[in-house]
Protein backbone atom coordinates (compact mmCIF):
# COMPACT_ATOMS: atom_id res chain seq x y z
CA UNK A 1 0.00 0.00 0.00
CA UNK A 2 2.85 2.31 0.79
CA UNK A 3 4.92 1.53 -2.30
CA UNK A 4 1.69 2.35 -4.12
CA UNK A 5 0.93 5.38 -2.58
CA UNK A 6 4.84 6.77 -3.27
CA UNK A 7 4.01 5.54 -6.85
CA UNK A 8 1.35 7.66 -7.20
CA UNK A 9 2.58 10.63 -5.46
CA UNK A 10 5.68 10.51 -7.99
CA UNK A 11 3.82 10.27 -10.82
CA UNK A 12 1.11 13.16 -10.20
CA UNK A 13 4.19 15.28 -9.01
CA UNK A 14 6.18 14.55 -12.43
CA UNK A 15 2.62 15.10 -14.37
CA UNK A 16 2.76 18.72 -12.16
CA UNK A 17 6.24 19.44 -13.13
CA UNK A 18 5.63 18.61 -16.91
CA UNK A 19 2.77 20.41 -17.19
CA UNK A 20 1.98 23.58 -14.31
CA UNK A 21 -1.21 24.73 -13.14
CA UNK A 22 -1.86 27.50 -15.70
CA UNK A 23 -5.32 28.68 -13.86
CA UNK A 24 -2.95 29.68 -10.65
CA UNK A 25 -1.54 32.59 -12.66
CA UNK A 26 -2.80 35.27 -13.72
CA UNK A 27 -3.82 35.94 -17.21
CA UNK A 28 -2.48 38.04 -19.82
CA UNK A 29 -4.18 38.52 -23.29
CA UNK A 30 -1.59 38.14 -25.74
CA UNK A 31 -3.00 41.56 -27.73
CA UNK A 32 -1.98 43.88 -24.28
CA UNK A 33 1.55 43.17 -25.77
CA UNK A 34 0.94 43.49 -29.38
CA UNK A 35 2.10 46.92 -29.67
CA UNK A 36 5.51 46.94 -27.72
CA UNK A 37 7.75 47.28 -30.18
CA UNK A 38 5.77 50.39 -31.32
CA UNK A 39 5.69 51.99 -28.38
CA UNK A 40 9.73 50.96 -27.63
CA UNK A 41 10.09 52.87 -30.68
CA UNK A 42 7.93 55.71 -30.46
CA UNK A 43 9.56 56.06 -26.90
CA UNK A 44 12.84 56.32 -28.30
CA UNK A 45 12.63 58.98 -30.59
CA UNK A 46 9.99 61.07 -28.22
CA UNK A 47 12.86 60.88 -26.08
CA UNK A 48 15.05 62.86 -28.46
CA UNK A 49 13.09 65.95 -27.98
CA UNK A 50 9.69 66.64 -25.93
CA UNK A 51 8.90 70.05 -26.07
CA UNK A 52 4.80 68.89 -24.74
CA UNK A 53 6.79 66.82 -21.49
CA UNK A 54 4.51 63.81 -22.96
CA UNK A 55 5.13 61.40 -20.38
CA UNK A 56 4.81 58.18 -22.06
CA UNK A 57 3.57 57.10 -25.89
CA UNK A 58 1.06 54.57 -24.21
CA UNK A 59 -0.94 56.92 -22.86
CA UNK A 60 -1.93 58.25 -26.47
CA UNK A 61 -3.18 55.06 -26.54
CA UNK A 62 -5.41 55.13 -23.84
CA UNK A 63 -8.81 56.67 -23.26
CA UNK A 64 -9.00 60.25 -22.34
CA UNK A 65 -9.57 59.76 -18.79
CA UNK A 66 -6.30 57.34 -18.56
CA UNK A 67 -4.41 59.52 -21.38
CA UNK A 68 -5.37 62.61 -18.83
CA UNK A 69 -2.82 61.39 -16.87
CA UNK A 70 0.35 61.31 -19.22
CA UNK A 71 -0.22 64.43 -21.75
CA UNK A 72 2.08 66.74 -20.53
CA UNK A 73 1.24 70.01 -22.05
CA UNK A 74 -1.07 68.58 -24.37
CA UNK A 75 -4.33 70.95 -23.81
CA UNK A 76 -6.58 68.56 -25.96
CA UNK A 77 -6.51 65.00 -24.97
CA UNK A 78 -7.84 63.68 -28.34
CA UNK A 79 -5.28 65.07 -29.94
CA UNK A 80 -2.32 63.29 -27.85
CA UNK A 81 -2.24 60.42 -29.66
CA UNK A 82 -1.18 62.76 -32.89
CA UNK A 83 0.86 64.75 -31.01
CA UNK A 84 2.80 62.11 -29.95
CA UNK A 85 3.14 60.18 -33.51
CA UNK A 86 3.90 63.58 -35.14
CA UNK A 87 6.74 64.29 -32.60
CA UNK A 88 8.05 61.17 -32.66
CA UNK A 89 8.08 61.07 -36.69
CA UNK A 90 9.75 64.85 -36.60
CA UNK A 91 12.10 63.45 -34.25
CA UNK A 92 12.88 60.16 -36.09
CA UNK A 93 13.31 62.15 -39.43
CA UNK A 94 15.47 64.94 -37.85
CA UNK A 95 17.83 61.62 -36.80
CA UNK A 96 17.49 59.74 -40.13
CA UNK A 97 15.64 56.95 -38.63
CA UNK A 98 13.88 55.52 -41.33
CA UNK A 99 12.86 52.60 -38.50
CA UNK A 100 11.67 55.78 -36.23
CA UNK A 101 9.78 57.12 -38.66
CA UNK A 102 7.57 53.62 -40.04
CA UNK A 103 6.81 52.69 -36.41
CA UNK A 104 5.86 56.63 -35.75
CA UNK A 105 3.38 56.23 -38.45
CA UNK A 106 1.93 52.57 -37.17
CA UNK A 107 1.40 54.39 -34.38
CA UNK A 108 -0.64 56.93 -35.54
CA UNK A 109 -2.49 54.24 -37.13
CA UNK A 110 -3.21 52.24 -33.74
CA UNK A 111 -6.59 52.85 -32.58
CA UNK A 112 -7.21 54.48 -29.02
CA UNK A 113 -9.09 52.50 -26.30
CA UNK A 114 -12.44 53.34 -26.69
CA UNK A 115 -14.33 51.90 -23.94
CA UNK A 116 -16.62 49.67 -26.02
CA UNK A 117 -15.41 47.13 -28.90
CA UNK A 118 -16.02 48.92 -32.17
CA UNK A 119 -16.46 51.92 -31.27
CA UNK A 120 -13.85 54.26 -33.55
CA UNK A 121 -11.70 56.82 -31.26
CA UNK A 122 -12.38 60.43 -31.41
CA UNK A 123 -10.38 62.06 -34.27
CA UNK A 124 -8.31 65.12 -33.50
CA UNK A 125 -9.85 67.97 -34.69
CA UNK A 126 -8.45 71.00 -32.92
CA UNK A 127 -4.91 70.94 -34.46
CA UNK A 128 -3.14 69.72 -37.66
CA UNK A 129 -0.22 67.12 -37.34
CA UNK A 130 3.00 69.02 -38.68
CA UNK A 131 3.88 66.49 -40.77
CA UNK A 132 1.68 65.40 -43.54
CA UNK A 133 3.15 61.80 -43.53
CA UNK A 134 1.35 61.50 -39.83
CA UNK A 135 -1.76 63.61 -40.84
CA UNK A 136 -2.25 60.91 -44.14
CA UNK A 137 -2.94 58.32 -41.67
CA UNK A 138 -6.25 57.40 -40.22
CA UNK A 139 -6.28 55.16 -37.09
CA UNK A 140 -7.72 51.21 -37.25
CA UNK A 141 -8.95 48.77 -35.25
CA UNK A 142 -7.35 44.94 -35.86
CA UNK A 143 -10.97 43.63 -35.93
CA UNK A 144 -11.43 46.47 -38.65
CA UNK A 145 -8.48 45.58 -40.36
CA UNK A 146 -8.99 41.61 -40.41
CA UNK A 147 -12.57 42.31 -42.04
CA UNK A 148 -11.30 44.59 -45.01
CA UNK A 149 -8.90 41.48 -45.38
CA UNK A 150 -11.84 38.93 -45.76
CA UNK A 151 -10.50 37.30 -42.87
Known amino acids: ?3 ETLVWTLAFGAIGQAAP ?3 LHAREV ?3 HSHNSFLASVRTSLALDNPDSIHDPV ?3 L ?3 AAAAGQGSITDTD ?3 QATADQAFTNAKSAGDVEGMTNALIYAALERNTGKVGLASVLCTAVSA ?3 EVAAVSQHQVCHLRQSLGE
Open 1 to 3: MRQ
Open 21 to 23: LQW
Open 30 to 32: PQE
Open 59 to 61: FGL
Open 63 to 65: GNA
Open 79 to 81: CLH
Open 130 to 132: KNP
